[in-house]
């Protein structure tokens, strides 16, 4: 079956019969419709022009009758050729021959299956498409298929005529075999290299519209105005929001960093490229973890043709750019993006790491350093411990059980005293495996393909190619048959969770990836509505979330196994009936083997719900097509990344949709699948602090403390016996939040280029944008609800945090199937307000926003679920607070905003005690009085936009406010000294430090607020330079533009290790750093400033590639009261008049000792800081040797250390509120003019 085709109900059960029956059919209509194409052409094409439209309705009918003709019941093909050139025309019916030839040897065609043309084909044509289009995949420009020879050069001559009309040019033809959305106007074109490297070209570019298509339009102005606007649109994936706070969203803070809000969206995009080589961490030396990583990190420091170690990074830094790596465990991927005007050169430099690395000697130390503090901040992350863990449990010799991190003692200690030679070694393994053969590039920019292939042969043929065969490790199956499977293991997690992880180790899944079995079985098991396994737990209120599957990582699914793991979080509850909760489990997994997939109708407790698994698996296909069909573009060096890495996977035709569309339903494969899931081959993970003091084991590389249980036989009996299914569980209902209505609306008020406000009372205010650019149907909803009571306490602010919690877990259930259908919702509890977020195809939008407000307009919490929400409550402020980052963010806004509680606070008035009924008394106050403001963009009209507001003032009656409420905080002026706050570590587990030195300007304007972000653009490469290259103070080294409720600074800021450095030598580092760089800035030439400002100009003209990067702009905006929706433009121009001399003096003005400075220290545990070591000794065997105290440390009180005598100008702060009691407040300001 044409990857662009599903099915549904089969035409005719014999299967073999309806290929041939379709495909007679379809050439039979063929014929017909070119007998009907001779008989009504006209003699000369302008008079074929001026009969279309009196003739198009009645050929369109004929055709129509023909199909309908000859179709078997229940089959309907719809190809509308109603095209406007008679060269068109010829091209559509070559079309529609390969189709048919592909029918052959594919699945059947269906009732709702519509046999398509090429959507872009269409539409550059004059011809309409119908819905019924709606979430078919299409190739480039048609699905290619074998095509009979007695076509010959006809078809070639209409190819060609098609690819230069419709593509950019004769020099801008793709690959037609590449499977692509309708949506991305992009141009694909596969190459081989004479080296083997494989390569992806992809085009961006769009020209100016041809005479031809202008005359077509003017033509077809009316019959065609339906569909403008459908049609050849460039637009991309939305990106996933960010998150205010990564744990559990408890609240954001009021200080922009100034991510991601650069860019102006109307210019180019950036150009990127991503390299994937075949080989990872599997293929480490026995004797040498890690080396894979370690070789990752070697290749970036110079070239033979470009020597300099940090030159690369520099040359992007100086040109808007950005990169990255990662090793997996079979795979090694490298990215970056820079300007468009630059890429080519960036390209050359780039492929050096493949061609003639340096990796000097003298760089080995230093870098294996910079290895080991990223080994050292992964360890305290309970997520790199299991899979530690897991991987220990492999058979021995099983590349599962490496150590792939990598860290000073593998690559640096053991191989001193073992004398082997890393530098050798490092230089063999690039030798051995950095290839050509199994290299894959993907390559994106605004050229021609022809251009990009001319580059790419030129630049990469030179990449080596030793002919040796590609690491394989697929004969190493079953790696997890062995007997320290299937067992329970109690884990002592760093992070205060219960959780419980049930987990299958499968043959590998990859060669069914048409399929997707994992993905569908996860999609039931992860299901949240009524019938649903977290569903029956939450009613027990013994589990808060579910989440089913194989993330597709190298861990989790390779060559020698795939993972199915169900991972759940557990209440207190929860976890003292860890064993029935399993039991849930495999009841409902017994209930879908039972089943099968092959089963039409739900087992005896669930016979209203004529739901089967075909159904559910065609439910997800049209949610997914859907997707797919109006996919929005994602930003150009996170595609490239992917589409690199889906070439080592996926046949050519599916490199953009092997990893995204579930193409066929095979029951056969899904029953196979399922079979697995016995309760004999799972294997428990059990984690809780409860474990602390009964687990004497200790994980080798990460320290994790574990035990290890036989399963209780009671339990095993139970499950592997006649288990009784559960009455609560069945299958899901059928979704009502699919969008069907992809209509784009027309507009119904004056186009802006910003949005407008076009409500505005006492009670709230909405503003509003149509958007004209992405032209997709989607939208983007959000409101503030703007409220006096929640600062009004640190016991109302928990309040708070309580109220949106137990609200989103309110609508967990009838939100979930909105959520699968691609409408996306998030609650976060803002300082001053709560933030709805809502997004997604705009048809069923409103239903999302409506059951929003109306839950919080009826919110409720019965006392049980109350006590669940504040104990876990409670977890997330003690996880937060252990984060090094988190508690040096928390100290600095302590000191800095005036009135704003702290975690700490928050976690004192929490465990204080609270009750359901002042839960219930504080929503009440919150929804007595409010602000309601919103931003509404995308396939909305103005009316239906303004009903949102009315809805919430209607639905929750509010009163208005009895005065402003600001949306900030009031900043204190810090006196003009240098003060030093230093902090201990709240988790006694780990040796993580941080150290931040922040220097304050003030309440200034916008075009202070642009030089600042000049500055750290020019900061960003030397830092990274001095701070982690040279000093290898740590892995995150990093300067940052600080806008702290509308009062400027900028910070620099090391994460390191107590084991190696003390934060007072890194202060003095950074101290170092900062004289460096101030002597470049005094000598940097006017050429270096000019080009630097035309790289941030350019940033900030980079156009966005999404609907969803404008609304974060927009919401940013409003969210703060500020309105200023033409920044970006006011920024440029604010660049564009700045001088190097400004620069410089501003600098100056704001260093030395008579600067507002304020160093933030959050100290690790390690010999450095004189104190304890992370982590306790261990006897041989893994054991630890004493059962020391608790790793969970008191968070409920913060512990100041004085500072050393090394930093002797500076203050220390012992108390901050003595501290900041005196001083004096900056007025409320925001960042106008």
């Known amino acids: 079956m044409p990857r662009s085709l599903r099915a549904t109900e089969p035409i005719d059960d014999r299967s073999t019969n309806s290929y041939l029956t379709f495909s007679q059919l379809a050439r039979g209509l063929l014929l017909h419709v ?41 089959c309907y093909v719809e190809v509308l050729l109603l095209t406007a050139r008679k060269r068109a025309f010829i ?24 046999l398509v043309c090429g959507r872009t084909f269409l539409s550059a044509h004059g011809a309409t498409v119908s819905s019924s289009l709606a979430g078919m995949p299409q190739t480039n420009k048609s699905r290619t298929g074998p095509v009979a020879d007695s076509q010959g050069s006809a078809q070639a001559e209409a190819s060609a005529a098609e690819n230069r009309d419709a593509e950019g040019g004769e020099d801008n033809v793709g690959d037609s075999e590449i499977i692509k959305s309708p949506s991305d106007p992009k141009q694909y074109r596969y190459i081989v290299l004479d080296n083997g490297l494989r390569a992806l070209l992809i085009s961006d570019y769009s020209g100016p519209a041809t005479s031809d298509d202008e005359e077509e339009d003017e033509e077809d102005e009316g019959e065609e105005e339906e569909e403008e606007g459908e049609q050849d649109e460039e637009s991309g994936e939305e990106a996933e929001e960010g998150s205010e706070e990564d744990d559990e969203g408890v609240g954001s803070d009021d200080e922009d960093d100034d991510e991601g809000k650069k860019k102006k969206g109307n210019a180019e995009k950036q150009s990127a490229a991503a390299l994937c080589v075949g080989v990872g961490s599997f293929s480490d030396p026995s004797d040498l973890p890690g080396l894979a990583h370690f070789l990752e990190h070697m290749v970036f420091m110079g070239s033979e043709k470009y020597p300099s170690e940090n030159g690369f990074d520099a040359f992007l830094k100086k040109h808007g750019g950005s990169d990255n790596a990662s090793t997996d465990c079979e795979r090694t991927i490298f990215q970056f993006d820079v300007q468009r005007k630059s890429f080519k050169e960036a390209l050359d430099r780039w492929a050096q790491f493949f061609i003639c690395p340096l990796m000097i000697r003298d760089a080995i130390d230093r870098e294996v350093e910079a290895v080991d503090s990223e080994y050292q901040l992964a360890k305290p992350s309970d997520s790199h411990r299991k899979e530690m863990l897991f991987g220990s449990l492999a058979k021995p010799g099983h590349p599962m059980g490496k150590f792939c991190w990598g860290n000073a003692e593998t690559l640096k200690q053991e191989p001193k005293k073992m004398k082997i030679n890393v530098y050798k070694r490092l230089r063999a393994f690039w030798k051995k495996h950095y290839s050509a053969h199994y290299m894959t590039l993907a390559v994106q920019s605004k050229e021609k393909l022809d251009t990009l292939e001319e580059w790419v042969r030129e630049i990469f043929s030179k990449v080596p190619n030793n002919g040796l065969p590609q690491p394989d490790f697929s004969n190493m199956l079953d790696p997890f ?38 993905h569908y079985i996860s999609w039931l098991i992860g299901h949240e509505g009524t019938g649903s396994i977290l569903s029956v737990l939450r009613k027990k209120c013994w589990a808060l979330a579910l989440f089913g599957g194989n993330s597709e990582t190298g861990f989790d699914q390779n060559t020698t196994y795939s993972i199915f793991s169900i991972s759940i979080t557990l209440t207190d509850e929860g976890f003292q009936n860890f064993y029935q909760v399993t039991h849930l489990v495999f009841q409902y997994l017994k209930m879908l083997q039972m089943l099968g997939p092959q089963q039409r109708h739900c087992h005896k407790h669930t016979l209203s719900i004529k739901h089967s698994y075909q159904k559910i698996y065609e439910e997800i296909q049209r949610i997914e097509a859907n997707e797919f069909h109006y996919q929005e573009q994602i930003d150009p060096i996170e595609y490239v990344e992917d589409i690199c890495e889906n070439m080592q996977l996926f046949p050519k035709e599916d490199f953009l949709t092997g990893d995204q569309l579930m193409f066929e339903y095979n029951p056969e494969v899904i029953s196979a699948a399922l079979s697995l899931l016995t309760p004999e081959k799972a294997n428990l993970m059990l984690l809780s602090p409860e474990h602390e003091g009964q687990c004497s084991l200790r994980e080798k590389w990460f320290g994790t403390q574990y035990s290890i249980e036989d399963i209780q036989p009671e339990w095993m009996e139970q499950w592997t016996g006649n288990l009784e299914l559960s009455s609560d569980l069945h299958l899901p209902a059928e979704n009502k939040f699919i969008a069907t209505d992809f209509t784009l609306k027309p507009p119904d008020c004056p186009d802006t280029e910003f949005p407008a406000q076009i409500a505005d009372s006492d009670k709230g205010c909405l503003w509003y944008k149509k958007d004209n650019k992405f032209k997709i149907p989607k939208a983007f909803i959000r409101f503030h609800l703007i409220s006096p009571v929640i600062q009004q306490s640190a016991k109302n602010v928990v309040l708070f945090d309580l109220l949106v919690n137990i609200l989103g877990h309110n609508l967990a259930e009838p939100a979930y199937e909105a959520e699968v259908a691609q409408l996306e919702y998030k609650l976060v509890a803002g300082e001053h307000g709560l933030v709805i977020k809502v997004k997604g195809f705009n048809h069923k939008l409103p239903l999302l926003f409506h059951l929003i407000i109306d839950h919080l307009a009826d919110f409720s919490a019965s006392p049980d679920v109350f006590s669940m929400f504040a104990e876990q409550l409670k977890k997330t402020y003690f996880n937060i607070l252990i984060k090094p980052e988190k508690l040096s963010k928390d100290v600095r806004l302590l000191i800095l905003e005036h009135s704003r509680w702290s975690m700490v606070e928050k976690y004192q008035a929490l465990t204080a005690g609270l009750t359901s009924q002042e839960l219930t008394e504080f929503s009440r106050a919150f929804r007595a009085e409010l602000y309601a403001e919103g931003l509404v963009q995308g396939n909305f009209c103005s009316a239906e936009s303004e009903q949102f507001l009315q809805y919430v003032t209607d639905k929750l009656q509010f009163s208005k406010l009895p005065a402003e409420v600001p949306v900030m905080f009031q900043v204190v002026e810090l006196p003009l000294k240098h003060h030093i706050c230093k902090v201990k570590s709240l988790n006694k587990g780990d040796a993580n430090s941080e150290v931040t030195v922040y220097y304050q300007s003030g309440p200034k304007a916008l075009r202070e607020h642009t030089l600042m972000e000049l500055l750290v653009m020019h900061m960003e490469e030397p830092c990274f330079d001095f701070l982690r290259t040279k000093e290898t103070l740590g892995y995150h080294v990093y300067p940052t533009c600080r806008n702290t409720s509308g009062v400027l600074g900028f910070s620099v800021t090391v994460e390191t290790q107590a084991t190696k450095f003390s934060t007072e030598l890194v202060e003095l580092k950074i101290e170092d750093f900062l004289v460096s760089f101030g002597e470049k800035l005094n000598a940097l030439t006017e050429e270096a400033f000019n080009t630097q400002v035309t790289a941030l100009v350019k940033l900030k003209e980079c156009e966005d590639t999404h609907l969803g990067e404008e609304v974060d702009r927009n919401w940013a905006e409003v969210v703060t009261q500020q309105y200023v929706f033409d920044r970006l433009n006011r920024e440029i121009e604010a660049l564009k008049q700045m001088t190097r001399a400004e620069l410089v003096s501003w600098f100056q003005e704001h260093r030395g000792l008579s600067s507002r400075k304020l160093s933030v220290h959050v100290v690790g545990f390690g010999v450095e800081e004189n104190g304890e070591e992370a982590g306790g000794k261990k006897q041989e065997g893994g054991k630890e040797e004493d059962g020391s105290s608790s790793t969970y440390g008191e968070v409920s009180k913060l512990t100041f250390l004085p500072a050393s005598p090394k930093i002797a100008e500076a203050i220390t702060i012992m108390d901050i509120p003595t501290f900041t009691e005196g001083l004096p407040l900056f007025p409320y300001h925001k960042i106008l003019e």
């Open 34 to 74: 070119y007998a009907f194409y001779r008989r009504q052409k006209p003699r000369g094409e302008s008079d074929w022009l001026q009969t279309k439209r009196q003739g198009g309705r009645e050929r369109e009918m004929r055709i129509r009758a023909l199909l309908v003709e000859r179709t078997p019941a229940f």
């Open 91 to 114: 091209i559509a019916l070559f079309r529609l021959t390969r189709c048919v030839a592909l029918l052959r040897t594919k699945s059947p065609v269906t009732a709702r299956c519509p």
């Open 481 to 518: 048959d062995t007997p320290s499977f299937s067992k329970l293991y109690r884990v002592v997690p760093v992070r205060k969770v219960h959780a419980l992880n049930i987990t299958w180790a499968l043959p590998p899944q990859e060669q069914h990836y048409r399929v997707k079995p994992l």
